[in-house]
């Protein structure tokens, strides 16, 4: 069993055909979830899985799963995979790698005739990259989709209620798809880097050690709307003021204080939004990740300190919405292991790095012991049709993943 491997040309067949679902005219791809290029590759993994004999379920929450049945019929289920839809005009790798790597080891293991004590099961998650709600379809399967969640999507409650239906479900089936956490014994996902870690270092793989957590506000900084001509300097309530200060000061303090997290302030709406008003009204996004739950609260803290001290400086008030918490999420110590034990197998340099990227994984992190490992994207290029990962790396996540999933459906 040391000397299996997938093959390769079969899985780069099947990834460069995926590419072609949504091609952009630079070389990635255009799948936001339920999008019908979205349901087009849904459709082309459910015909490829069923060509190999799988059997292929979608749950209420739109997730697409093929299985390998090797157990007893009460065995548990070692699980892999990731998600096919994109960001918009994204790249060809995130998220599509990790599922046609674990439909190529369902693949090699009923090739092998290998007997094992657990079934197999390669999953496609739901909207991973939050066109409507992020990481949707893990949300769904580990229980923590709510109602409250379906009914405010981020594309609008109408348009969604129209892809959910195209894609054959609907927002009250979606609360159906939890899973039974004994009824999984693992999971384990394989993605591009997002980043240049590996790259940079010379390794094959990045064995994640933790996916960080991230919060999200709005900030509403509140002024005073007067005449851009006849309002002195000195004397103005100028809402902009207090985001520029905001963002300035916020990335200061979180590189001398928490050098191992991130703080981003990625939009900005003014009001009246004028070019000869004052802004009364100023309106920030805030978004902050780190690995350690701790240092996270204190992220919070912190900055929402920030803001009422610019405000008091200033003159302006302040309204705060929270948004979201994921919170931090280690890996399991018997999946990282299993990894490493796989890349050593395979003579594979790899080492250990923390995800700063969201991902299906954390959620089933919360009902199994759950792993992930990453594959170089050269130049760091991520959410972008530069995405590029060498045929050697593709060939080595499937590689990897295969020998973690046996090492998994070994253990005890």
């Known amino acids: 069993m040391n000397n299996l491997r997938i093959n390769s040309e079969r899985m780069l067949d099947d990834l460069n055909e995926l590419a072609q679902i949504g091609a952009t005219p ?47 019929a009460g065995a548990r289920t070692v699980m892999c995979g990731s998600h096919l839809d994109s ?8 998220g599509a790698l990790g599922v046609v790597a674990g439909l190529e080891a369902l693949r090699t293991v009923r090739d092998s005739s290998l007997s094992l004590p657990v079934h197999l099961e390669v999953m496609s998650f739901t909207d991973e990259e939050g066109t409507w709600i992020p990481l949707m379809g893990s949300q769904a399967l580990t229980g923590n989709l709510t109602t409250d969640k379906l009914a405010s999507p981020r594309g609008g409650l109408a348009a969604f209620d129209a892809r959910l239906a195209a ?8 609360l159906t798809a939890s899973r ?13 880097e997002q980043g240049s870690r590996l790259e940079e270092a010379g390794r094959s793989i990045g064995v994640v050690t933790g996916i960080v957590g991230i919060s999200s506000y709005w900030l509403n900084f509140l002024g005073r709307a007067d005449h851009a001509g006849t309002t002195p300097m000195d004397r103005r309530l100028d809402a902009m003021r207090g985001v520029a200060e905001f963002v300035q000061q916020s990335r200061e303090l979180v590189m001398n204080r928490f050098p191992a997290g991130v703080v981003n302030c990625g939009c900005v709406r003014v009001e009246p939004g004028a ?13 902050f990740r780190h690995a350690d739950a701790g240092k996270l609260d204190a992220m919070r803290e912190a900055l929402l300190n920030l803001a009422l001290h610019v405000v008091e400086v200033e003159g302006l008030g302040v309204e705060v919405e929270q948004m979201g918490i994921h919170q931090p999420a280690p890996m399991h110590r018997e999946v990282v292991g299993a990894i490493e034990q796989a ?35 050269l130049g760091g290029f991520s959410h972008s049709y530069r995405e590029n990962t060498p045929d050697e790396d593709c060939i080595h996540a499937g590689d990897v993943l295969l020998h973690t999933v046996l090492q998994l459906a070994a253990s005890d």
């Open 180 to 192: 039974d956490p004994q009824s999984i014994k693992a999971w384990v996902e394989v993605h591009i």
């Open 87 to 94: 960001v918009p005009h994204g790249g060809r790798f995130d």
């Open 275 to 287: 070019f000869n008003i004052v802004p009364e009204r100023a309106r920030v996004s805030l978004e």
């Open 343 to 377: 890349c050593d197998r395979l003579g594979l340099s790899r080492t250990s790095l923390s995800s700063y990227a969201g991902h299906d994984t954390q959620m089933m992190a919360e009902i199994t012991q759950a792993g992930m490992f990453f594959v170089p994207s």
């Open 26 to 72: 630079e070389g990635g791809v255009h799948r936001p979830a339920l999008s019908d290029a979205d349901l087009a590759a849904r459709e082309w993994f459910t015909q490829k899985a069923r060509a190999e004999g799988f059997s292929v379920q979608q749950d209420g929450a739109g997730n697409v799963s093929a299985r390998l049945l090797c157990g007893e």
């Open 167 to 174: 894609a054959g479900t609907n927002r009250e089936q979606a």
